[in-house]
């Protein structure tokens, strides 16, 4: 219970922090707006535009990361890759997910799992402190009954992996090693246990893949 306190809170000031930046830019326009004087209406208007669908799109993107999803039932997967790409636009990531990992793949995810990726993706975002390209693929093993798997890998110049990452997707962590700066990965990992999904990951300085693979007849 306390474990997950402390995890509420870290997450609660993760998203404040995340959404202060657009949320204050459109204020910021709007004060340029009501300036007696002022005659770049269009640049302000512009920057008002933009914040406002950054905040939205990230509101959006984290409906879905964080918040209650039903049980079964198949994700629109292009409705999903639009919106992840929509939570980038304008970023130093370039998101990779190409349409035939998508629903044209023939591969059908639930909305849990949509939802693991996009805590994926956040993990790759946070560790591309210089920008980079994250890649979403999605897949199933031979057979009508095989295994369906989810991987998102991160490549860039200065990637930043933290050792405790590794320690805490497998599972190994108490409430007492959760950060700002790790709290994501442990949620992540609670919700790979929800699915059922057995998770692995490999880094090698500049490039890593986290990868999640659901048991055949899981349709979580």
Known sequence: MIEDLRMAELLCARLCHDLTGPIGAVNNGAEFLSEEGFNMQNQAVELIVSSAFSAVSRLQFYRLAYGAVKEGGEADLSDKQKLAADYFAGSKVT????????DA??????????????????IASAAL???????VRIGQEEGEQGRKWVSVGA??????????????LAGDFVSADLDPKNVQVGLTTRFASDLGATMEHNTDGEAFLIKATIQAGNNK
């Open 155 to 168: 490549q860039g110049a200065g990637l930043k992996w933290d050792a405790s990452w590794s320690k805490m």
């Open 95 to 102: 998101l990779d997910w190409p349409d035939n990992h998508t």
């Open 129 to 135: 402190v210089r920008g980079g390209t994250i890649s």
């Open 105 to 122: 793949a023939g591969v059908s995810i639930s909305l849990k799992m949509v939802r693991l990726i996009y805590n994926f993706l956040i």
